[in-house]
Protein backbone atom coordinates (compact mmCIF):
# COMPACT_ATOMS: atom_id res chain seq x y z
CA UNK A 1 0.00 0.00 0.00
CA UNK A 2 1.07 3.38 -0.71
CA UNK A 3 -0.90 6.69 -0.75
CA UNK A 4 -0.75 8.28 -4.17
CA UNK A 5 -0.80 11.72 -5.79
CA UNK A 6 -4.12 13.15 -6.02
CA UNK A 7 -4.73 15.23 -8.98
CA UNK A 8 -6.34 18.53 -8.52
CA UNK A 9 -8.08 21.24 -10.88
CA UNK A 10 -7.06 22.30 -13.65
CA UNK A 11 -6.23 18.41 -14.58
CA UNK A 12 -8.01 17.06 -17.38
CA UNK A 13 -8.33 13.46 -16.36
CA UNK A 14 -11.17 14.60 -13.97
CA UNK A 15 -13.59 14.86 -16.67
CA UNK A 16 -12.76 11.28 -17.73
CA UNK A 17 -15.74 9.03 -17.76
CA UNK A 18 -14.28 6.29 -16.16
CA UNK A 19 -14.56 2.51 -17.34
CA UNK A 20 -16.65 -0.27 -15.83
CA UNK A 21 -14.31 -3.19 -13.56
CA UNK A 22 -14.72 -5.93 -15.69
CA UNK A 23 -12.86 -8.82 -13.67
CA UNK A 24 -11.76 -8.10 -9.90
CA UNK A 25 -8.43 -9.46 -9.69
CA UNK A 26 -5.04 -8.61 -7.61
CA UNK A 27 -4.35 -5.43 -9.45
CA UNK A 28 -8.16 -4.27 -8.56
CA UNK A 29 -6.81 -5.20 -4.81
CA UNK A 30 -3.97 -3.02 -5.01
CA UNK A 31 -5.75 -0.48 -6.24
CA UNK A 32 -8.48 -0.12 -3.81
CA UNK A 33 -6.04 -0.73 -0.81
CA UNK A 34 -4.21 2.39 -2.49
CA UNK A 35 -7.27 4.43 -2.52
CA UNK A 36 -7.81 4.02 1.23
CA UNK A 37 -4.26 4.54 1.72
CA UNK A 38 -4.45 7.95 -0.47
CA UNK A 39 -7.60 9.12 1.90
CA UNK A 40 -7.23 8.40 4.90
CA UNK A 41 -3.37 10.11 4.25
CA UNK A 42 -5.49 13.31 2.71
CA UNK A 43 -7.54 13.24 5.29
CA UNK A 44 -10.59 12.83 3.10
CA UNK A 45 -14.40 10.78 3.59
CA UNK A 46 -14.28 9.72 -0.14
CA UNK A 47 -12.03 9.00 -3.23
CA UNK A 48 -13.00 7.94 -6.30
CA UNK A 49 -9.90 6.31 -8.74
CA UNK A 50 -9.78 9.19 -11.10
CA UNK A 51 -8.96 11.26 -8.56
CA UNK A 52 -5.79 9.36 -8.30
CA UNK A 53 -5.87 9.35 -11.97
CA UNK A 54 -7.27 5.84 -12.83
CA UNK A 55 -9.98 5.98 -15.29
CA UNK A 56 -11.55 3.15 -13.54
CA UNK A 57 -15.13 3.24 -11.56
CA UNK A 58 -14.39 2.49 -7.83
CA UNK A 59 -15.20 4.89 -5.05
CA UNK A 60 -13.66 4.52 -1.12
CA UNK A 61 -15.35 5.95 1.54
CA UNK A 62 -15.12 6.50 5.27
CA UNK A 63 -17.80 8.20 7.17
CA UNK A 64 -16.63 7.01 10.74
CA UNK A 65 -15.91 9.89 12.88
CA UNK A 66 -12.53 10.82 14.25
CA UNK A 67 -13.48 9.34 18.00
CA UNK A 68 -14.50 6.29 16.29
CA UNK A 69 -12.93 2.85 14.22
CA UNK A 70 -12.47 3.24 10.70
CA UNK A 71 -15.57 1.95 8.65
CA UNK A 72 -13.92 1.73 5.08
CA UNK A 73 -16.24 1.35 2.46
CA UNK A 74 -15.76 0.33 -1.59
CA UNK A 75 -17.70 0.88 -4.24
CA UNK A 76 -17.17 -1.10 -7.57
CA UNK A 77 -19.31 0.07 -10.46
CA UNK A 78 -21.62 2.00 -8.10
CA UNK A 79 -24.75 3.48 -10.28
CA UNK A 80 -27.46 5.76 -9.05
CA UNK A 81 -30.81 4.02 -9.86
CA UNK A 82 -33.36 6.37 -7.77
CA UNK A 83 -33.16 9.87 -6.01
CA UNK A 84 -36.17 11.15 -3.65
CA UNK A 85 -37.64 14.55 -5.27
CA UNK A 86 -36.85 15.42 -1.69
CA UNK A 87 -33.45 17.47 -1.71
CA UNK A 88 -30.88 18.09 0.91
CA UNK A 89 -28.02 20.80 1.01
CA UNK A 90 -24.39 20.21 2.31
CA UNK A 91 -21.58 21.68 2.20
CA UNK A 92 -19.02 19.99 0.14
CA UNK A 93 -15.78 20.21 -0.51
CA UNK A 94 -13.40 17.98 -2.70
CA UNK A 95 -9.64 16.99 -2.68
CA UNK A 96 -9.34 17.92 -6.22
CA UNK A 97 -10.42 21.22 -5.57
CA UNK A 98 -8.63 22.01 -1.92
CA UNK A 99 -9.78 24.70 0.66
CA UNK A 100 -12.89 25.28 -1.45
CA UNK A 101 -16.39 24.89 0.31
CA UNK A 102 -20.01 25.21 -1.30
CA UNK A 103 -23.31 24.61 -0.66
CA UNK A 104 -24.80 21.97 -2.72
CA UNK A 105 -28.64 21.07 -2.76
CA UNK A 106 -29.03 17.23 -4.31
CA UNK A 107 -31.58 14.28 -4.10
CA UNK A 108 -32.22 13.51 -0.08
CA UNK A 109 -31.87 10.31 -0.64
CA UNK A 110 -30.91 7.63 -3.39
CA UNK A 111 -30.75 3.99 -3.91
CA UNK A 112 -27.31 2.87 -5.55
CA UNK A 113 -26.33 -0.45 -7.08
CA UNK A 114 -22.96 -1.58 -6.69
CA UNK A 115 -20.04 -4.76 -5.96
CA UNK A 116 -18.28 -5.51 -3.15
CA UNK A 117 -14.82 -6.68 -3.42
CA UNK A 118 -16.05 -10.37 -3.83
CA UNK A 119 -18.07 -9.36 -6.77
CA UNK A 120 -21.60 -9.65 -5.35
CA UNK A 121 -24.29 -7.14 -6.34
CA UNK A 122 -25.65 -4.79 -3.46
CA UNK A 123 -28.68 -2.06 -3.43
CA UNK A 124 -28.52 0.10 -0.77
CA UNK A 125 -31.00 2.76 0.32
CA UNK A 126 -28.73 6.20 1.13
CA UNK A 127 -29.65 9.71 2.81
CA UNK A 128 -27.76 12.06 4.71
CA UNK A 129 -24.11 12.62 4.42
CA UNK A 130 -23.68 9.19 2.98
CA UNK A 131 -26.32 9.92 0.12
CA UNK A 132 -24.35 13.34 -0.75
CA UNK A 133 -21.24 11.29 -0.56
CA UNK A 134 -22.10 8.73 -2.83
CA UNK A 135 -23.43 11.26 -5.43
CA UNK A 136 -20.49 13.43 -5.08
CA UNK A 137 -18.31 10.27 -6.03
CA UNK A 138 -20.33 8.27 -8.30
CA UNK A 139 -20.18 11.94 -10.06
CA UNK A 140 -16.49 11.96 -10.44
CA UNK A 141 -16.88 8.33 -12.41
CA UNK A 142 -18.86 10.27 -14.70
CA UNK A 143 -16.20 12.88 -14.92
CA UNK A 144 -19.00 15.49 -12.95
CA UNK A 145 -17.48 17.38 -10.27
CA UNK A 146 -19.49 19.56 -7.39
CA UNK A 147 -18.47 22.94 -8.69
CA UNK A 148 -20.56 22.06 -11.77
CA UNK A 149 -23.64 22.88 -9.73
CA UNK A 150 -22.75 25.87 -8.36
CA UNK A 151 -23.30 29.38 -9.76
CA UNK A 152 -21.51 29.72 -13.13
CA UNK A 153 -20.14 32.76 -12.09
CA UNK A 154 -18.50 31.46 -8.62
CA UNK A 155 -17.50 28.03 -10.74
CA UNK A 156 -15.90 30.43 -13.46
CA UNK A 157 -13.84 31.93 -10.01
CA UNK A 158 -12.56 28.84 -8.77
CA UNK A 159 -11.38 27.57 -12.06
CA UNK A 160 -9.73 30.54 -13.29
CA UNK A 161 -8.05 30.52 -9.82
CA UNK A 162 -7.02 27.00 -9.97
CA UNK A 163 -5.65 27.26 -13.52
CA UNK A 164 -3.20 30.44 -12.71
CA UNK A 165 -2.35 28.60 -9.40
CA UNK A 166 -0.80 25.29 -11.79
CA UNK A 167 0.62 27.98 -14.57
CA UNK A 168 2.76 29.39 -11.25
CA UNK A 169 4.35 25.96 -10.51
CA UNK A 170 4.82 25.51 -14.56
CA UNK A 171 6.89 28.47 -14.21
NI1 LIG B 1 -14.53 14.99 -4.85
Not at 3 to 32: F, H, M, Y
Not at 75 to 97: A, D, H, M, Q, R
Not at 138 to 148: A, P, Q, R, S
Amino acid sequence: MAPREIITLPDKRLRLKSEPVKRIDASIRKLVDDLFETMYDAPGIGLAAIQIGVAKRIVTMDLSRKEEEHKPQVFINPEVIWTSEEKSKYEEGCLSIPDFYEEVERPAQVKVKYLDLEGHEHEIEASGLLATCLQHEIDHTNGVLFIDYISKLKRDRIIKKFAKAAKKVEA
